[in-house]
């Protein structure tokens, strides 16, 4: 197997947990995780997008510069992109106990169900 072909199935993985993450965002009511994660899917789509569109479309990913990949595998790579953001965000939250990367909610804050008090 090439490095090349163990990147693409890391980033395959990465987006199956990504996806896995947002069914239990969604069930747990958790709204700003999950929207958060779709704006980084598209976000990821997007930036592999222009990247296919411009000059360094000439990268080569899986044998095959992007600029040269159908509309499928081009969106594919940028929901990999995302998700792989996503997974490197939640490992640098996770190793980050002193809140020296604490960003504020992209959106608004899920309200807490009926009979919960708020925590701050």
Known sequence: ???VDAFGLAGAAFLVKKIIDWFRQLRGGEVNAAATQVVAWLAGV???WLLAASDLGNIVVAGMKIEDLNWAATTFGGLILGSTASVVTDSHKAKDDTQTAA????????????????TN
Do not use: N, Y
């Open 46 to 48: 997007g930036i592999f």
């Open 1 to 3: 197997m090439e490095i």
């Open 103 to 118: 960003l504020p909610a992209l959106f608004e804050p899920t309200p807490k169900p009926v009979g919960q008090t708020p």
